[in-house]
DNA sequence: CTGAAAGCGCTAACAG
DNA sequence: CTGTTAGCGCTTTCAG
């Protein structure tokens, strides 16, 4: 009794390449990915009815029999945050010519969100992940411990790290930038920002510290869990001057909300530095082209996103590494506005 | 003589769940994927055991079998321009609940890359491809259209599309806005653009087209393929000013330049739109955060992402749909940084 | 340097 | 409602 033949893909496969060649699969497959294993002639010809077919290797079979499917997943907040893209930009220059695909994911900020996405990956079988932030679910947790892959997070120092770390300290970040104002004189500071994750609540935490050790109040601080944007900066700003109308410096826990916090100075007829100081944080491009341009924390995104891209390759090719967390800092850049130093 | 058994990832297989309910694997599968062929209180065993075992399926070898992915390509330009951030999402958003996976992709506006990366997502087995605009390789346009996949192509509307596509007319974008200036009474009119893709390229013509049957000068055009970011906003309106001193309108052919556009006058001290007016281009939050807000044409980004998902899924669950181009329309946004009606 | 056989983990097809 | 068999397309292992 026959049995239908199963329906395949139509596609062509390793075996359509060797039989046109006259040889075996597996050396098709080894002309690909152990080229010196094969000879020189062999290998032309193979190449030649490869592109003569259109051969397309199929993954999914590859890292079925391999174990290995060559991709990672990078796993961030937000693809609308101009600060994640630059770190994907950096994984991505991290990764080339690797021979990795990295599989991007985004979490919208949720916990939940990113425990789904870790399971989706995993069903993907990606070989490792890096991951924002280190504030996971209880069973991500979990999941990501119990599956033997290599694991980075990235963006923050993690107090318990999965497995690799790279990032920078916002507290401090939050502090050094305090402490900087204070040097140039602002003693009346107010402080607010949205989506309060791990990494803002931090430097918030840097900002009240400075200012505690000051001696300065920290009550002029305004936060919001709403996501951050152009208009809430200026809205913010709007109700802390409100409360708080002697201010002479207003932290911003980004720089979206600084540069919406500068708009709206200039909708009321602020003027900046003069009448108020406005910092941001991250460094974007924005910050480098408003009038005045605007006093932020430059964080090394980019770097971040190739130190973890880095590492994880070395883990793939079967180092152990030493160092668990890799602290990559940050610069303070004080532009115009903030008062000149010695003003 | 006995072959030593393969290693194996070590990780929980369909096989294992089954020998502990004491099943056959293919109940397993059916659990998953047809719970309503399962009876009720197996089901329930089985999601027990899976639970206690942590199980997650390999979708490699599910894929392998069934010959679908259930995940579909989604390729972009850019992932750090914010107009493509809300295509995305919307993609998301049209996919959401459905079962598929969407794999990102960015081009980094190569059609090498993007030519590049078709290969890869069909080597991973993508069911279906959303991309970003019409100007394909040869070689890629080729793969595509034999590969026998959905295609969407979004963004713009092409001449000859591969499969589907959903969009909007650049070109009618780029006449309305210059006509709704000429009828506020602008008769002096610039432009200035950046990384001139096919979709930038047809607003200029729309612009210049409406300047020609009103009889105007297209002269004071000042074009780069650099990447578009504030900065060059500013230093092209420089440019075109001092080419141009009496202009009295400068159309950006995006909203970030638009926006480095005003803070350039505003380091100059011109006036807008008393001075100067300016417009840009796609409807990105900034431009109705800055002082004084940007005019400009609203893009329907999210949508044409949702529109593109469910086009996409209607194909990949068989209807074969008739309408293959879909214009989604755009909104001219007249604002403060263009002179008031009458005016 | 090349090949044969076995099997990765799952699902389609065909029973019962 | 549940099971058996075969095989997706590739790579591993072991032989030559």
Redesign the interface.
Known sequence: MTRRTR?????VTLDDVARRVGVSKITISRALREPWRVSEGLRQRIHAVIDEL?Y??????G??AS?R?RSIALLVPS??N?VF??V??GVDEGFAGSGY?V??GHTSYSREEEAHLI??Y????VDGFIISGSQHTDSAR??LS???LPICEIMELPESPLDMAVGLDHEAAGHALTGALLELGYRRLGFIGARMDYRARRRLEGWQRALTEAGLSTAACLTTESPS???L??QLLGELLEQYPALEMVCCVNDDLA??AL??C??RGIRVPDQLGLTGYNGL??T????PTLSTVITPRRRIGVAAASRMLSRLEGDQGTEVLQDLGFEIALRESTRPAGG
């Open positions: 329906r395949t893909s139509g596609r259109g397309i290797p199929n993954r999914q079979a890292a079925l174990a499917s693809l609308s101009a893209s630059e994907i930009r695909q599989l991007l399971d989706t995993l069903s993907f079988g979990q999941r119990r599956c033997g944007d152009y208009r900066g200026g540069a919406g708009f709206e200039q909708r491009d924005i480098e082209a408003t009038t």
